[in-house]
């Protein structure tokens, strides 16, 4: 009995009481740049990671597009679903993955609130609406099937990329 009793105290001096000082020690504020503070910074390679994000959305747009058009040919079989189904999932993880590096890369990174009426105001809503722009092209690339959807997605990267 008293060897559990020693084992149950030795337990909570090595890993609860640690815990515990680390708990109450540690600030609650951070103020870290971003969700890890990493220090890196590659404006220019996100933009690029955005492009292929996008031509691989054409071309996941284009594979869909040709499955679903063979007239006369047996579409429905399960090879073509199946690829089908993959090309889906690929656009839809690239407009995802567009829409994640915007909002939490270049918006809580890069872009800098303003406050109304201060100097700057205008270029400041200008830029979120750039960003913007780019999150709702994306997201439309994943609601259609559309090439046109790629278009405006990479009219609103070339605009994006203006900025950086």
């Known amino acids: ?37 990493c220090g890196i910074y590659d404006d220019a390679a996100r933009i690029k990671n955005i492009r292929e994000d996008a031509t691989t959305i054409a ?32 656009k839809e993880e690239h407009a995802s993955h567009i829409i994640e590096v915007v909002s939490q890369y270049f918006l809580t990174q890069k872009v800098k609130p303003v406050a109304r009426g201060a100097d700057g105001y205008d270029a400041y809503l200008s830029t979120l609406a750039d960003h913007h722009a780019v999150m709702s092209a994306a997201m439309k690339c994943k609601q259609n099937a559309d090439p046109a959807t790629v278009t405006a997605l990479n009219k609103a990267v070339d605009v994006l990329a203006g900025h950086y």
């Not at 499955?67 to 047996?74: E, I, L, N, R, T």
């Not at 090879?79 to 999932?89: G, M, S």
């Open 1 to 37: 009995m008293n060897r559990y009793i020693v084992a149950g105290i030795s337990f909570l001096s090595l890993a609860v009481l640690p815990t515990l000082v680390l708990w109450t020690a540690s600030p609650s504020v951070s103020d870290a740049h971003c969700q890890v503070p």
């Open 59 to 90: 071309k996941a747009i284009a594979h869909i597009t040709d499955m679903a058009s063979h007239k006369g040919k047996d579409t429905h079989n399960a090879r073509n679903i199946n690829q089908t189904i993959r090309w889906v999932i690929t």
